[in-house]
């Protein structure tokens, strides 16, 4: 299974970006994907996340009502929508899918692959 980030790049404060991933290799069940980000020094945190199977949409109080996240269940891909950027967004965003539930959609333990990240800067 592999997942390819992609979309990362310099933006100002109050701009947008996309992020897309896509995921290719074996068919698997999975319970949904998601965004994670992480500042160096600081530990990955969880941004949105989607439920696979029906679609329903988690998000980090930090991005809610500015990010959006979607999936293509005919494509395999995961998108990020990012408005009203802000400095503190920036950060390596990776996305990554989970194959369990046992510790919530929301919690990065229950991702099992991972993408290679892709850089966010949101310049002031």
């Known amino acids: 299974v592999q997942l390819q980030a992609s979309g990362g790049g310099l933006v100002q404060a109050g701009g947008s970006l996309r992020l897309s991933c896509a995921a290719s290799?074996?068919?698997?069940?999975?319970?949904?994907m998601g965004w994670f980000r992480q500042v160096p020094g600081q530990e990955r945190e969880s941004v949105a996340v989607?439920?696979?199977?029906?679609?329903?949409?988690y998000y980090a109080d930090s991005v809610r009502g500015r990010f959006t996240i979607s999936r293509d269940t005919t494509e395999n891909t995961v998108s990020l929508q990012m408005t009203s950027l802000k400095p503190e967004d920036t950060a390596v965003y990776f996305c990554?899918?989970?194959?369990?539930?046992?510790?919530?959609?929301?919690?990065?333990?229950?991702?099992?692959?991972w993408g290679q990240g892709t850089l966010v800067t949101v310049s002031s």
């Open positions: 989607v439920r696979w199977g029906g679609g329903r949409t």
């Open positions: 290799g074996s068919t698997f069940s999975r319970y949904g």
């Open positions: 990554a899918t989970a194959l369990t539930q046992t510790w919530g959609l929301f919690d990065r333990r229950s991702y099992a692959y």
